[in-house]
């Protein structure tokens, strides 16, 4: 299976769909992150056009892979998708990570329209909604995606495609850490942290215990936004696998 994650927006969590919803529940996938084509050494677009050149060889002969494309490439990757015409074909799903805010909603359009345009059809392209608030109502945070999507349905706006605001994710990254090896984690913390000797280490090891709490709190969420996404049956059971054999 090949995915693509893709929004013309920064900060939506692209990259963090990328390693914890997809990776971990796609076994043998890989993800390459297009974060480098818009490399300041003079080559300018033959450099781009050459990356992209490889990156659609690459997915000739990958089986499994999740394409993570950096919101300042996206633009340029689309412009290459158009003029080698088809090279969307190589992509089984566009997966659209979106959050509340208004700039990023009318972003997220932007890029609805733009593979619209390039031909992919709708259904390939899964909204993800993320960074909620789950006090309000999902319809409510994303009004103006979701009026997009009824009144243009260029892609699959399944509400139970959700991530909830969670610290967990900038904890992992500051850990440097990968979120299921923070589920697996079987180290007996509170009998370590009765043990240390020091404050300081006793406040760590509390923090690494906090950390696998949240891991492991998230799980189910993961597991059932990966679900949502609906990328065929064999992707959706095997998906549960991993995450039960190490909750
Ligand atoms: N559901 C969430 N809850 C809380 N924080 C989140 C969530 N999703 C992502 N983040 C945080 O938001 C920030 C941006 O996320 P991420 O790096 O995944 O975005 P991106 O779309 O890949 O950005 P860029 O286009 O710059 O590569 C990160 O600090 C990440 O940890
Ligand atoms: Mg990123």
């Known amino acids: 299976m090949k995915i693509a994650v893709i929004n013309f927006s920064g900060n939506v969590g692209k990259t963090t ?43 000739q002969i990958a089986d499994d892979v999740i394409v993570d494309i950096g919101a300042s490439n996206v633009e340029e990757l689309l412009a290459l998708m158009r003029r080698y015409r088809g090279s969307h074909e190589d992509f089984d799903y566009f997966v659209v990570p979106t959050v509340p805010a208004l700039k990023q909603q009318i ?31 999902l319809a409510q945070q994303f009004d103006a995606v979701l009026a997009f999507v009824a009144a243009h349905p260029v892609a699959q706006a399944d509400p139970a495609c959700r991530l909830g605001a969670n610290e967990v994710y900038a904890r992992v990254r500051n850990s440097g850490g990968q979120l299921d090896a923070l589920v697996a984690d079987q180290t007996d913390y509170k009998a370590l942290i009765a043990k240390a000797d020091n404050q300081a280490e006793k406040l760590a090891l509390a923090h ?40």
């Open 17 to 59: 769909v990328a390693r914890h919803v997809l990776l971990p529940r796609i076994p043998g996938a890989e993800v390459v992150a297009i974060e480098s084509i818009n490399a300041d050494d003079g080559q300018g677009q033959a450099l781009r056009g050459r990356q992209f050149g490889e990156l659609q060889e690459y997915l």
């Open 208 to 247: 690494k215990l906090a950390d696998r709490r949240l891991a492991r709190g998230v799980l189910p969420e993961l597991d059932a936004c990966f679900a949502a996404l609906r990328m065929g049956l064999i992707g959706e059971s095997l998906g549960r696998q991993p995450q039960r054999k190490t909750a």
């Open 107 to 137: 972003d997220t359009i932007a890029t609805l329209v733009e593979l619209s345009q390039l031909g992919v059809p709708a259904g390939k392209v899964r909204l993800l909604f993320n960074m909620l608030d789950e006090g309000v109502d």
